[in-house]
């Protein structure tokens, strides 16, 4: 019987193993349609009486401002062009933080951010945790941070229903992801921690701050792939 069993769990490790390779390189040449976080986000404004609303337009890097780059660079990751997924400082400084019971910033990389949206659920549970852990060691390995980054822009939560820099650009300025201004980008990127809370154009004093200080640090980003 326990034979068995083991037997069970390896061709599910294993069936698991394939699938996820399988869909880590599709998703290096194909557009990522949907994730799971938009699927939610739909039925939670199902379930609140609004209409279910997902704005989502995928563009290619090359069709971004690279001012929006530089800008989640600056706000999320500072290391993400140097680090191989994981940024263990930012993790330790996060785990400090809430351990003394301040509010967690969090230490995720854009990487682990990119691999949480596209293949897992929303949650601090060890099994998604540790998922998303392996799930961002496969993205490196196949993507790539070019790629990444560019999933990464394509598929973040942006707004009450909007995902994605192109649909995030019409919809707060008006205008196509290419030609959105310095100041654009880092309001935008000010957004990130609570999209459906702060609005990237009039903002709050304190998403304006935040964009200040984005803008500041963007000077010092080098996109260098």
């Not at 990487?111 to 949650?123: D, H, I, M, P, R």
């Not at 993507?143 to 994605?164: A, F, T």
């Not at 205008?175 to 000010?190: L, T």
């Amino acid at each position: 019987m326990g034979k068995k069993i083991l037997q069970f769990l390896i061709k599910c490790a294993l069936w698991f193993f394939g699938v996820s390779v399988f869909f880590v390189i599709l998703f290096k040449f194909v557009p990522v349609p949907f994730t799971p976080l938009m699927a939610i986000r739909a039925l939670e404004q199902k379930e609140a009486g609004k209409e279910m609303t997902c704005s989502h337009d995928w563009v290619s890097l090359d069709k971004m401002a690279p001012n929006l780059q530089k800008a989640v660079i600056a706000s999320e990751d500072a290391t993400f062009l140097s680090h191989n997924g994981f940024d263990f400082g930012a993790m330790q400084k996060a785990f400090k933080n809430n351990s003394k019971g301040k509010r967690l910033k969090g230490g995720s990389t854009i990487s682990q951010q990119t691999a949480k949206n596209v293949f897992l659920w929303q949650g601090r549970s060890y099994l998604r945790k540790g998922l998303e852990a392996y799930f961002t060691v496969l993205i490196e390995i196949f993507w790539g941070k070019e790629r990444i980054m560019e999933v990464y822009l394509n598929s973040i939560e942006m707004g009450d229903g909007v995902y994605g820099v192109e649909a995030a650009s019409q919809h707060w300025y008006g205008k196509s992801a290419n030609s959105v201004s310095k100041r654009e980008a880092a309001g935008i990127a000010a957004i990130l921690p609570n999209p459906r809370k702060f609005k990237a154009s009039n903002s709050s004093a304190y998403t304006e701050r935040r964009k200040g200080r984005i803008m500041k640090h963007m000077n010092y980003v080098k996109l260098d792939y």
